[in-house]
């Protein structure tokens, strides 16, 4: 009997691991067949197959519900004998349903749906039961089987962020590596794994990409996906039906915890106290946790320090907005997947208009892509500028304002806003405001003039003065120099 | 509130509804019965959320009201009471006075409002059966049905109208039963659904022989009119397995056996069967069977059977008590037993649509 095509399997371990299932299962069914008369070893294992080899001993298929419960009832002596005589494998057999488990919740992977009620746990204990005979052990964009991405959608994962679709550059890398270490499990001190960056940079898809990885490395891993919202609603769900001790269950045994947007949990105490519970939970039965984030964990306002320094634990990455080379190369990828043709100069011309953010990317893709195919006249750059108005004007009114920068000054040297305008000439006043000044002249396009009058109507050449002054000290102080590339990150980042 | 009733029938009443109720309630209301008092007599209620019957009483109604009382001790009380006649008035404040001869009973009930009501039927599928018909339906395949919790979906009779038949279909993965009625309905009302055990158990206790019954169904519930008697359950949510995959294809001998006489052999060999040791042993020969039991402390057993066999000898075991259950819900004087070999399930059939699938055990020397 040979056993399903798994698609263009490339691998040679691959085949040769096919090869040796296919051997293996020949010699328990033949012996099985001794043990198991000929009706009834046809009615209920002429379609059985092995899974799964390597991963697990004794996981067989069958093609439905009733062939499951039949055999599990009545055959699973004779099962176990033909695997130890058959073919010398000692184990304890488990039959699953071939593909798409109709459990709803399967204890192996919760979703931020605790299994709170008796119903869900007689359907979730049948789900143990109905296991996910996922037959793909290496997510390939075209070759996932429909079972596998109904499992992920179930999950909360996004099919479509994976490793394959992800487009690798500068800005990305270093991230990019840290995710694909952590997912192949290689990378045991990555733990936690802190993912920050802005936006519409990937965060949420190198995430999917990892956990997409490990459910395909282990179909029985217990992978938790979900935002840092949701973990605060399910928490304070339990603490109002008084399900603590179910709601803890749920995300302290896990395999992994991808947490998304951990920033949500800021200000909000119980939750973050239980998170640090949890977070503690975790890592010290070495659970691989990963977080992502829209800012560096210092910048998380009001979260406690002790979840700060926890953060910081394990490995940081950032990720960055993609330069010119990665967004053509993004851009590419989409129209390759989206099957569509752009002139060359179009693509360029988009990459040079928006350059902040992935998604905005693709927003601009999806509109001029569709208009081309939609559209007799062919695509000028005119069209592509007329069409991409607004998205290039939100490009553009996230630069920094002077208020924004008065204001992040202020808070960094617990000042008032008013003290940035205001006559004082105190030292511990007027040179934040000089900081504010120079920061000002760097990242704004303001004129000294225009700059001068957002200062309490200073004079230009103060704000020349300032901008020197502060230039020195940069390169003389290394702790002026330390606030002042915070201050700056800090502003590019909120924009 | 308040009425007078004669004791029988108060306790009739009461009896037919008090089963639903569970020992260990998660709400209070749901150990009492709902009780509604109007012209037509009363009408008394009692539901564990999954399942609800709803029966009638006559009575004198002086004055309608509502209210709830906890029926075990209702129950209790008025099993208890001298006299024939019993006057019950009911307060504003839901206690109860209960007069019967010089007895003087005041038990404080629950708001009628609290009570969860049983489920509607406005938008359902209506389906007229004979009630001795379902009742015989029920009684040939209920013994079969999973207790296994954790196969929710088998702890249900499987029901299906379809081409003009209902078929019943209950099984436990080591035994399945099945029996087909044909039946008059319209086919747009195909349909199939399971009906859990507990209702399954209500229903065989409140079914007749005579008159028809109404099944409405909706989309999760399923509601039985029995006279004047409602049975309301929640329908098992889920699919359950194809069970045609269970029933084996030819068999290689067909034996006709007379069916009382099975049942009492079998009966009788088994009392030498034990824990250790439970199942019976089949040997045919020339001619006759051979049914016996043995256990190695106790002893043995050895009856034979005569039965037109021709085939060569062979043996076969089964669990008694899975083999006395068919015979004990059938009438028919004669049933066919199909077998394969001894590794393979006998199947027990009548002349009528019932079918009977039995794993064997494994034969001991």
């Given at each position: 009997m040979s056993k399903e095509k798994e698609g263009g399997q490339e691998n040679d371990n691959e085949n040769q691991g096919d090869q040796n299932n296919s051997k293996t299962w020949n010699l328990v069914r033949e012996k099985l067949s001794e043990y198991i008369s000929g009706d009834a070893f046809s009615r209920w294992f002429k379609n059985a197959e092995l899974v799964n080899p390597g991963q697990q001993d004794g996981l067989v298929a069958v093609q439905s519900d009733m062939h499951q419960i039949w055999i599990e009832t009545n055959y699973m002596d004779e099962l176990r004998a033909a695997f130890a005589e058959g073919a010398g494998i000692h184990c304890s057999p488990q039959i699953v349903v071939k593909?798409?488990?109709?459990?709803?919740?399967l204890p192996e992977t919760v979703v931020g749906k605790i299994p709170i009620q008796q119903e869900s746990q007689k359907i979730a204990v049948r789900g143990a039961r109905a296991n996910n005979s996922v037959k793909v052990v290496i997510p390939d964009l075209e070759e996932k089987t429909q079972a596998f991405q109904r499992k992920l959608k179930r999950l909360g994962i996004n099919p479509d962020f994976d490793f394959e679709s992800f487009v690798v550059g500068d800005n990305s890398q270093f991230a990019h590596a840290a995710c694909s270490a952590v997912a192949h499990q290689e990378g045991r001190s990555f733990n936690p794994l802190f993912i920050h960056g802005r936006a519409g940079l990937g965060k949420t898809h190198l995430m999917s990409a990892v956990a997409q990885q490990l459910l395909a490395n282990d179909p029985k891993a217990k992978v938790v996906f979900l935002t840092a919202e949701h973990f605060a609603n399910e928490f304070i769900e339990a603490v109002r039906k008084g399900n603590l001790d179910t709601f803890r269950k749920a995300y302290r045994h896990v395999d992994a915890m991808l947490i998304d947007?951990?920033?949500?949990?800021?200000?909000k105490e119980r939750t973050q106290d239980e998170f640090f519970h949890t977070f503690n939970a975790l890592l010290n039965s070495q659970t691989q946790v990963i977080l992502t984030c829209d800012c560096p964990a210092p910048e998380i306002q009001t979260l406690e320090p002790r979840l700060i320094s926890r953060f910081e634990s394990g490995l940081t990455v950032e990720l960055q907005p993609p330069g010119f080379e990665t967004r053509v190369a993004i851009l590419r990828r989409k129209m390759e997947q989206w099957k569509v043709e752009l002139e060359n100069n179009i693509v360029v011309h988009i990459a040079n208009q928006i350059k902040s953010n992935v998604r905005r990317l693709e927003g601009a893709l999806t509109r001029v892509a569709s208009y081309s195919f939609l559209s007799p006249e062919n695509m000028s750059i005119e069209k592509v500028d007329e069409l991409l108005g607004d998205l290039v004007r939100d490009e553009n009114t996230h630069l920094v304002t002077i208020e924004q920068i008065q204001k992040a000054v202020a808070d960094y040297y617990n000042l008032n806003l008013s003290d940035m305008s205001s006559r004082r000439r105190p030292a511990s006043i007027a040179f934040p405001r000089q900081i504010a000044m120079y920061l000002a002249r760097k990242l704004t396009k303001l004129s000294l003039v225009d700059i001068g009058d957002g200062f309490g109507k200073r004079d230009h050449g103060t704000v020349i003065h300032a901008c020197k002054k502060v230039k020195s000290d940069i390169e003389s102080d290394p702790e002026v120099r330390g606030a002042v590339e915070k201050l700056n990150a800090s502003l590019e980042r909120r924009n | 509130m308040k009425f007078r009733i004669a004791k029988e029938a108060f306790l009739d009443g009461l009896q037919q509804v008090q089963?639903?109720?569970?020992?260990?309630?998660?709400?209070?209301?749901?150990?009492n019965v709902l009780i509604e008092a109007s012209d037509e007599g009363l009408r008394l209620t009692t539901t564990d959320l999954d399942v609800g019957v709803s029966g009638t009483a006559q009575a004198e109604v002086s004055k309608a009201g509502a209210t709830t009382l906890p029926v075990k001790r209702l129950v209790n009380i008025i099993r208890e009471l001298p006299s024939a006649e019993i006057e019950v008035s009911v307060d504003g404040k839901n206690v109860a006075s209960i007069k019967s001869g010089p007895s003087f009973f005041k038990i404080i009930g629950l708001p009628d409002g609290e009570f969860p009501p049983l489920a509607g039927f406005s938008e359902a599928k209506e389906y007229k059966i004979p009630q001795a018909i379902f009742r015989n339906a029920l009684k040939k395949t209920s013994y079969a049905i999973s207790t296994d919790e954790t196969r929710y979906v088998l702890n249900g009779i499987f029901s299906s109208f379809k081409e003009g038949k209902l078929t019943l279909v209950a099984t436990d993965g080591r035994r399945l039963a099945m029996v087909d009625h044909e039946l008059e309905f319209p086919s747009s009302h195909e349909t199939d659904f399971i009906i859990p055990s507990k209702a399954v158990q209500e229903l065989q206790r409140l079914l007749g022989t005579e008159g028809d019954m109404i099944l409405k169904l909706s989309d999760n519930q399923v509601c039985f009119e029995i006279g004047s008697s409602i049975i309301v359950s929640k329908l098992i949510e889920g699919n359950y397995p194809n069970y045609r995959q269970v029933i084996p294809g030819d068999s290689k001998e067909r034996l006709t056996l007379s069916r009382e006489q099975l049942l009492e052999t079998t009966r009788r060999v088994s009392l030498?069967?034990?824990?250790?040791?439970n199942s019976v042993k089949l040997t045919f020969g020339p001619n006759q069977v051979d049914v016996m039991a043995n256990s190695p402390d106790i002893g043995e057993a050895n009856e034979s059977l005569d039965v037109k066999y021709e085939g060569k000898e062979f043996s076969i075991a089964f669990n008694p008590e899975f083999l006395m259950a068919p015979l004990k819900s059938l009438e028919e004087d004669e049933v066919h037993l199909d077998l394969i070999d001894e590794m393979s399930p006998g199947v027990l059939r009548t002349e009528d649509a019932f079918l009977y699938v039995l794993m064997p055990m494994r034969v001991t020397s």
């Open positions: 593909g798409d488990a109709d459990a709803d919740l947007d951990i920033q949500f949990i800021a200000g | 089963h639903v109720v569970s020992s260990r309630t998660t709400l209070p209301i749901l150990s030498l069967s034990s824990e250790k040791s």
